[in-house]
């Protein structure tokens, strides 16, 4: 499975963007879908999580009713509306895929994308 991230930008803070994940290949392994993100001098930390179903979501406290995590199957496509940012949202965020029930830990994702930086200024 490869992915490609994209959408990430510069952003005022209250703001929105809306990352984008596109998934080819064996598509049709991946049962989690993931958001992560690591910030400048940080771990990497979970963000949100899809089941391939679409019915089973999974947030990251921080970000509990700012973002949302959607998923399109027929389009191998995975997003992530980001709403209400904060200075501190700022960081790089990957897109992973889980052959299994990924949810938040980072060592159950098998495959990564390159990350699509998100900077938000205050």
């Known amino acids: 499975v490869q992915l490609q991230a994209s959408g990430g930008g510069l952003v005022q803070a209250g703001g929105s963007l809306r990352l984008s994940c596109a998934a080819s290949?064996?598509?049709?392994?991946?049962?989690?879908m993931g958001w992560f993100r690591q910030a400048p001098g940080k771990d990497r930390e979970f963000v949100a999580a899809?089941?391939?179903?679409?019915?089973?979501?999974l947030y990251a406290d921080s970000v509990k009713g700012r973002f949302t995590i959607s998923r399109d199957n027929a389009k191998n496509m995975v997003y992530l509306q980001t709403n209400s940012l904060k200075p501190e949202d700022t960081a790089v965020y990957y897109c992973?895929?889980?052959?299994?029930?990924?949810?938040?830990?980072?060592?159950?994702?098998?495959?990564w994308g390159q990350g699509t930086l998100v900077t938000v200024s205050s």
């Open positions: 290949g064996r598509t049709s392994s991946s049962y989690d």
């Open positions: 992973a895929s889980s052959r299994f029930l990924g949810r938040s830990n980072a060592s159950r994702y098998q495959y």
């Open positions: 899809i089941r391939l179903s679409g019915e089973s979501t």
